[in-house]
C-alpha cells in the first residue's frame, strides 16, 4: 500500500488462503483478485462469497480473464482447474498490471517459513504439558501447511534433541510425493516459474477434481522435498473416502468437522493410534487440524450418500514435460 501497490492477485484451491489474503487486503484498503480452481470454484460457492464479502474478484480458473485460460479452456472447456493452473493465471494478471502484485500462497520456502509460527506455539505447548512427541504428521499439497508445524521440530531431530517421526499425508489423487519424481519443475502450469528442485507429478498434469482443493497441486516445495529425499519426512498417500471417514469418525468424537485437508492428518493419526494400541505401546501423536469443514458440507454430504468417488487414482503422469531431472 505505502509503494502504491492498488491490488494483490492471488491462486487459491479450496479458498483458505484466498479468503485469508482478501481480508487482509480489506484491511489495508487494497484490491484483491483470486483465481480460484474451477472445481472448488463449483464444489464450494459459500467460500467464494466470503471472498466476495471481504472485497475480492473471484474467478474460475481455467477463466476467461487471461490468455492461458482462455487456451486452456479452447483445448478442454471441462477442465477442472488447478493450483498450477491457477498461479500461472494470476502471474499473466499481474505482469500486465503494474500496480499489481502477486502474493503465494504456499510451496516456496519464505512462504513455508512465514508458516513455522505455528510450530514454534506447539512447541511452547508441548512444552507446558512436559510432552515431546513421538509422530508429527500434517496434510501436504504445496508444502506450507506440514512445514509450519513440522520445521521447528525438524530442527529439533536435526540438532539430535529429538527421535520423532515426520508423517507428510498427501492425496492418492495427486501423489507428488509417493508416485512423483524428483526433477526441476515449474510451480506453474504455464511455465511462467523458474525452474524449481521439487518431486512432481509435472506440471501438466491435470489434477482430478477431489474435495481436498488445498491439496490439487502437481508438485511439492524445494526445502521439504529434499528433507523426503534425505528420509528426514516420510510420505504417505490416502485415497478420499479413507479421508472422509476418518473425517466423519473425528467429528462425532470431537464435535469438530474438519476440512478435507485437514482430515488426511487425522486418518494417519488414527491409523498411528491403531498401530499403538495393537502394539501395546503409549506414543504421542501430534497432527496439525489446520481448517474446519463446515464450507465442505457437500463433500461429507457425498460421503454419507455413498456418492463419494472412492480413490482417484492418476493412470498417468506428465513426466515427459518435465524441463529437467535430477
Known amino acids: 500500500m505505502k509503494e502504491g501497490v492498488e491490488r494483490l492477485v492471488t491462486e487459491t484451491g479450496a479458498g483458505q488462503w484466498g479468503t485469508a489474503l482478501a481480508l487482509a487486503t480489506a484491511f489495508f484498503d487494497l484490491k484483491c483478485r483470486v483465481f480460484m480452481t474451477r472445481a472448488s470454484y463449483n464444489q464450494k460457492p459459500y467460500r467464494r462469497i466470503m471472498m466476495e464479502l471481504y472485497g475480492a474478484e473471484v474467478f474460475p480458473s481455467p477463466s476467461s480473464m487471461t490468455d492461458f485460460g482462455r487456451r ?109 519424481v524428483y526433477a526441476y519443475d515449474f510451480g506453474d502450469t504455464a511455465g511462467l516459474t523458474p525452474l524449481l528442485p521439487m518431486y512432481t507429478v509435472g506440471h501438466n498434469f491435470v489434477t482430478p477434481p477431489i474435495h481436498a482443493g488445498g491439496l490439487r497441486y502437481h508438485g511439492k516445495a524445494p526445502s521439504m522435498s529434499i528433507l523426503v529425499k534425505n528420509s528426514i519426512i516420510k510420505p504417505v498417500a490416502a485415497t478420499q473416502r479413507d479421508v472422509f471417514e476418518a473425517g466423519k469418525t473425528f467429528s462425532r468424537c470431537e464435535g469438530i468437522v474438519p476440512a ?67
Not at 85 to 96: D, F, H, P, Q
Not at 113 to 137: C, F, L, S, W
Open 72 to 180: 486452456v479452456l479452447k483445448e478442454r472447456p471441462d477442465h477442472p482447474g488447478s493450483l498450477g493452473v491457477a498461479i500461472s493465471e494470476a502471474i499473466e494478471t499481474v505482469i500486465k498490471d503494474p500496480k499489481s502484485k502477486y502474493s503465494l500462497g504456499s510451496v516456496l520456502n519464505h512462504v513455508l517459513m512465514h508458516q513455522t509460527v505455528i510450530g514454534q506455539e506447539a512447541k511452547m505447548q508441548m512444552a507446558m504439558i512436559d510432552r515431546n512427541p513421538d509422530y508429527v504428521i500434517g496434510c501436504v499439497g504445496g508444502g506450507s501447511n506440514y512445514a509450519g508445524l513440522a520445521y521447528p521440530f525438524i530442527q529439533d531431530k536435526l540438532n539430535g534433541k529429538l527421535a520423532a517421526e515426520f508423517i507428510a499425508v498427501e492425496p492418492t489423487a495427486v501423489p507428488s510425493f509417493t508416485r512423483g
Open 260 to 326: 478435507p485437508e485437514s482430515a488426511h492428518a487425522v486418518y494417519m493419526a488414527m491409523e498411528i493410534a491403531k498401530m499403538c494400541r495393537e502394539k501395546n505401546e503409549k506414543k504421542v501423536i501430534l497432527f496439525n487440524l489446520s481448517g474446519h469443514g463446515l464450507l465442505d458440507l457437500g463433500g461429507y454430504g457425498e460421503y454419507l450418500s455413498g456418492a463419494l468417488p472412492d480413490n482417484c487414482e492418476p493412470k498417468s503422469f506428465a513426466f515427459e514435460d518435465l524441463p529437467m531431472m535430477i
